[in-house]
């Protein structure tokens, strides 16, 4: 099992930018693809970004625009840049593998919240 920990959420007023970085425990290099997912209170876990390989993205129709995922495979990390931040996107933020590889259960991190308020 691969362990992640998410970092780099905070308070942010509309309109600002966030950085979220998600450190790996072991390689990633061989996970086919890395998402960010995020759940705001009430609501189910959604992936709003996805990188397959170190260069095909996909995103959320929401977040399209706004967000970008990238990975370092050599160090282990991944990231999401999140620009123009709306109130809508208030949760707490996960990495995880994506599809079409399934999540694992087990390494789910404590993500990181995210909270974009005035």
């Known amino acids: 099992q691969v362990q992640f920990v998410e970092s780099g959420g905070g308070l942010v007023q509309p309109g600002g930018s966030l950085r979220l970085s998600c450190a790996a425990s072991?390689?990633?290099?061989?996970?086919?693809?890395m998402g960010w997912y995020r759940q705001a209170p009430g609501k189910q876990r959604e992936l709003v970004a996805s990188?397959?390989?170190?260069?095909?993205?996909n995103y959320a129709d929401s977040v399209k625009g706004r967000f970008t995922i990238s990975r370092d495979n050599a160090k282990n990390m991944v990231y999401l840049q999140m620009n123009s931040l709306k109130p809508e996107d208030t949760a707490v933020y996960y990495c995880?593998?994506?599809?079409?590889?399934?999540?694992?259960?087990?390494?789910w991190g404590q993500g990181t919240q995210v909270t974009v308020s005035s």
């Open positions: 995880n593998a994506a599809p079409p590889i399934a999540p694992r259960g087990g390494d």
């Open positions: 072991g390689s990633i290099r061989t996970i086919y693809a």
């Open positions: 990188i397959i390989t170190t260069s095909r993205t």
